[in-house]
């Protein structure tokens, strides 16, 4: 029993690894809309990992070094074929080549690899850094993630190129940056009406409004929200 017991947040993480996997399958096979979704999934399992192994007491340093690998997957190597998926589909013929010979995807779509080599990076400074426990530093790497998966039910940016290749850069460079995210989560132990318990109810009423009227093409503009409402916490 002690051994199911300590094993729950690993299980729960390996679910969330395989739903990367099966992720990059459905996006290998242009099946973009399943790929997100599974990408939700993993995204959403990855939440309660932590939160079973703090409620269990069975934190321990394998299952954070687990955690970050499913997590390089599902957040940042699956999201990266769907990035890519995005791009080549509606890249011209130009795009393909090389040398005055065709290759079988476009050049430009390799853009959306850098997503994972920076979500590499980013788990690694979470892992060794022991400050981000109240706000992030950079982007989170699932934060990055979803915002991609959204793509495919958003018609503005599934047909500009340039569009595509600019988010993969940007949200990179975001994952890596020195920029001071909070969290979201409310601190009930706070005062009610501190500033960033306040910024992050304006965060949670605006996201909701915008996902009642956008469904999943609502998620871009919450996190460009959140990234901007956490900019507003920083001056102020």
Do not use: W
Not at 69 to 81: E, H, N, R
Not at 202 to 231: D, E, G, K, W
């Amino acid at each position: 029993m002690n051994t199911l017991k300590r094993n729950i947040p690993n299980l729960i993480t390996l679910s969330n690894l395989f739903c990367g996997c099966v992720s990059i399958i459905y996006a290998s096979n242009n099946q973009l809309e399943y790929a997100a979704l599974f990408i939700f999934i993993g995204i959403f399992l990855d939440f309660f990992d932590g939160f079973f192994a703090r409620a269990l007491n069975v934190e321990n340093e394998f299952g954070i070094q687990l955690d970050s690998m499913a997590d390089l997957i599902t957040s940042g190597l699956a999201p990266s074929f769907i990035l890519f998926k995005l791009i080549d589909l509606n890249s011209t013929t130009e795009h393909h080549a090389l040398l005055n010979s065709e290759i079988p995807f476009s050049l430009i779509a390799l853009t959306a690899l850098t997503i994972p080599i920076f979500a590499a990076i980013r788990l690694s400074n979470f892992n060794i850094d022991k400050n981000q426990k109240t706000e992030f530093i950079g982007l989170p790497a699932p934060m990055a993630a979803i915002f991609i998966a959204s793509l495919p039910f958003v018609d503005l940016f599934t047909y500009d190129v340039f569009s595509l290749c600019l988010i993969s850069i940007l949200l990179s460079l975001l994952m890596v940056s020195k920029l001071k995210l909070f969290s979201i989560k409310i601190n009930f132990q706070e005062k009610k009406l501190t500033q960033l318990n306040t910024i992050r109810l304006v965060m949670l009423i605006a996201a909701l409004i915008l996902f009642f009227l956008f469904n999943l093409a609502a998620i871009p503009f919450i996190v460009v929200l959140y990234i901007t409402l956490s900019i507003i916490n920083n001056i102020l």
